[in-house]
């Protein structure tokens, strides 16, 4: 037998015996109750309160300019480091059916928790382009929306959509990046807002113009609210 076919054996037989697969490294772990291996799980960064309610961030790492957004609040489980940013990554160049159900499951309790009592009318998620969805496959934001436990009637997948970008994101200047971001997204044809109270989701939020940006064109449309929830915010970049 050759050594390749031996190992893709050997492979089975543990995804037998171990089905469980790290979240972020990929690797098989042998705790059935764990969702990391152990040198992941020693690298996972948690949000704690108390948290700032512009960036969402804990205090102690707050500095943001408590700028005010087109949403009311953010909300995440995690920082956009280590093991979370890992597999973020691994989740972004397929779908990883096990990915999205933990950071989904993760951000479901997050929502419970901080945004207890709200009465959400549609929960919806950061579109992607047609041509996006193509080469990757999947929307991402979409993939961790529909792990989040939260009644299927209110969950929308396509209340927003997203046009093909002209210019190339990361060439542009600040000022130009913000412009570009706002004329980008818009809500879906035949979508009514209007007085909804919408609760937006994503994977990550870094300055927090694309999560603006929904919620202004979301607000335009005559929703009442708009709050964010996000698996992994960036803290370096909070704004
Ligand atoms: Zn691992
Ligand atoms: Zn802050």
């Known amino acids: 037998m050759s050594n390749e076919k031996k190992g893709s054996l050997l492979l089975q037989a543990a995804s037998f015996i171990y089905p469980r697969k790290c979240v972020s490294c990929g690797n098989y772990i042998s705790n059935e109750k764990e969702d990391f291996c152990p040198e992941c799980k020693a690298d996972v ?3 704690k309160a108390p948290f700032c309610p512009y960036c969402g961030v804990g205090k102690e790492y707050c500095s943001c300019r408590k700028n005010l957004h087109a949403y009311e609040m953010v909300i995440a489980p995690f920082y956009y480091e280590g093991s979370i940013k890992k597999a973020i990554g ?6 990883k059916e096990g990915v999205s159900r933990f950071l989904g499951e993760e951000l479901s309790k997050d929502i419970e928790m901080k945004y207890f009592g709200i009465a959400f009318d549609i929960v919806t998620c950061v579109p992607s382009t047609n041509k996006s969805i193509r080469e990757r496959g999947f929307n991402q934001s979409a993939s961790i929306l529909e ?22 994101q990361h060439m542009l200047g600040a000022e130009k990046r913000r412009e570009n971001v706002l004329n980008t997204y818009f809500v879906g044809q035949g979508k009514d807002v209007r007085g909804k109270t919408i609760l937006l989701v994503d994977d990550i939020l870094t300055t927090g113009a694309t999560a603006d940006a929904c919620a202004s064109v979301l607000r335009l449309g005559g929703a009442s609210s708009v709050f964010v929830a996000v698996v992994a915010l960036d803290k370096m970049h909070n704004d």
């Open 147 to 168: 792990s989040i436990s939260i009644d299927e009637d209110k969950k929308d997948y396509d209340l927003l959509t997203k046009k093909p970008q002209k210019d190339i």
């Open 90 to 95: 691994r989740m972004k160049f397929g779908k």
């Open 45 to 47: 960064f948690r949000t």
